[in-house]
């Protein structure tokens, strides 16, 4: 079966709330009017979570916030994007970062979660928390805390042949650290990998 790898159309979309407060977001385009929609209500809820999540934590007044967005990937029939979004609160110490990404099989017309990626019942979190493990100790990452394991819906997103996992920022390093990102290729999960999910599609060679 020839793959469709046409990418799909995506415009940014820009909500400014006066000086220094702008977020900006994807939107895509496609011919599917179902799937658009669901797409864009999907990345507009959750751009706007982040924002909840920047100003409902804090009782002091937002100075600034700035909200980004990155595609990862954007071929096979596979969409992964990360949105981002900083905001510094008056008098605080630093601003603060949230990033949250979100991975759409276009082909099955759903959003994927790390489990969809792959087969039922394979241990992908022992073999995930295995391979992150390895990569704490060879580029001397510092922790907070001993590493012991990743949560079932651990953030991730896809690029090109690469599952990226990643923590959020103080979530297992130093805020000066940044966000611990762990790229881990589609070829060390062959053999768990779900052939027809976003991550089979994927390791397949065109």
């Known amino acids: 079966m020839m793959l469709n790898t046409f990418p799909v159309s995506i415009k940014t979309v820009k909500i400014s709330g006066g000086p220094d407060k702008t977020v900006y977001y994807p939107q895509v385009m496609m011919q599917n009017r179902q799937l658009e929609g669901f797409i864009n209500r999907t990345i507009a809820q959750q751009t706007q979570q982040l924002i909840n999540q920047q100003i409902g934590g804090m009782p002091s007044t937002v100075e600034e916030m700035l909200g980004q967005y990155e595609v990862k990937n954007n071929q096979r029939r596979i969409l992964s994007l990360s949105l981002s979004n900083y905001t510094y609160h008056h008098q605080a110490a630093h601003g603060m970062t949230y990033i949250r990404s979100l991975t759409f099989d276009l082909e099955k017309a759903k959003q994927s979660e790390l489990k969809d990626l792959f087969k039922p019942g394979s241990d992908y979190v022992t073999r995930l928390s295995t391979l992150i493990d390895e990569q704490i100790k060879k580029r001397d990452i ?65």
């Open 142 to 206: 510092p922790l907070l805390e001993d590493f012991t394991v990743i949560r079932p819906d651990q953030d991730f997103y896809i690029a090109d042949k690469t599952l990226v996992l990643y923590f959020q920022l103080y979530e297992i390093t130093p805020y000066v650290y940044g966000f611990p990102m762990f790229p881990i290729s589609v070829y060390d999960l062959e053999d768990i990998i779900d052939e027809d999910g976003p991550l089979g599609r994927m390791a397949v060679n065109h």
